[in-house]
């Protein structure tokens, strides 16, 4: 059944032409994701409004153009405030307009990665021991350590976060944003330099500290809502060095996690990474982490689409999966990312059969199915 949809995003060039950073519009739309989005929606039937960002939308509710929208397919960001992500879906909710995508308050949860591991703990579903160090970049550097150690030693997690490596990163960034070549901390003398960097870099946002997890690293895409949520595909990533002259030199020691640069080229830091498509079927690691993937998705009240990232505790038969992240469509991700000839969620979803037509055609059904969605559209008679 076509629909009038609405599409809600901000647009990397027009952010970047106003001054904003890379890093800031990192997570920001290009135009190769909105043309695709928007194409593949009408080569379903559907008529699109392309609005913009969210003041753009706060124009079209004053106006009530947003009468004449069934859905609204928001890929926002956000860039101001821990709860930016939630901005557009709580104010869709507000005016009572059905939208694809985990709700406000799940993408809140979503996007704090201590809340989201204090519910996934409360659920039982494995992640990395863990703390919470509040933001010290006015502090010196004797009254950091003091604060660290405090706060790791009172943690319910304290034994573990004793043993080293361990792992830091910004509560509340995506797409690898904070994750440097120091973030992995092999002993203490690394630590207190480590968060007083991150806490410069990002002075509103608190550090998580984490054991580190030296396993296999997935990402598992999902697709639907509740007891309909299904996995899609799943992808590994495997790190190689690189020598002087670019080639891949498997088992050297290097950066073996996916850093800023990393996520973006492949390439950086002396290390390339390979994505793999393992086997959902015969491999029992795999399966354990697609199945882990889904109870966090659950937990965590993603809806239509997301994506789960995934790490286990070590190598071998013994390898427990632990969540890292979940994200709304890409974590958990209740927002992977959807630019067609890139993304991970239609990539892992191409290569088990999902087109990315299909792919948008089906997440567009459980948002309808699930928001019942008046069954006269405004787009009768739209040709």
Known sequence: MPYTIALVYERKSEYLARGFSVEECEELEDEVTIDG??????????????V???????????????QAWDLVFSTSEGLYGLAREAQVPALLEAYEIPYVGADAASTVLSHDKAKTKLSLEHSSVPSAPWCLV???????????????ETVKNSSSHAHALNEYPLFLKP???????????????????????????????????????????????FTVGILGTGSRARVIGVLEYQFHRQDEEGGVVPGMEGIDFLTTDLKKYDRADGVYVEILM???????????????ALEAYKVVGCRDLGRVDVRSDRKGPSAVPHIIEVRRTGSVNPRPGLRPDRSHYPSLARNNGLSYKDLI???????????????????????
């Open 171 to 217: 509560v509340a960034e995506g797409t690898s944003k904070g994750i440097y070549p120091c973030s992995k901390i092999k002993k203490q003398s690394e630590l207190e330099p480590a968060v007083s960097m991150l806490s410069t870099r990002y002075p509103d946002q608190d550090i998580l500290i984490e054991s580190y997890l030296a396993g296999r690293e």
């Open 52 to 66: 913009g960002d969210i003041k753009d939308l706060v124009k079209c509710l004053a106006a009530g153009s947003h």
């Open 134 to 148: 509040p933001n010290l970049h006015d502090s010196t550097a004797a009254d950091r350590s003091d604060r660290i």
């Open 361 to 383: 055609e089906q997440i567009i059904e459980s948002a309808a199915e699930r928001m019942s969605i008046n069954q006269a559209p405004n787009v009768i008679g739209f040709d």
């Open 37 to 50: 989005l928007t194409s593949t929606l009408q080569s379903l039937g559907h008529k699109t409004v392309q």
């Open 278 to 292: 393992p086997d959902m079927k015969s491999d029992p690691e795999v399966q354990l982490a697609c199945e882990r």
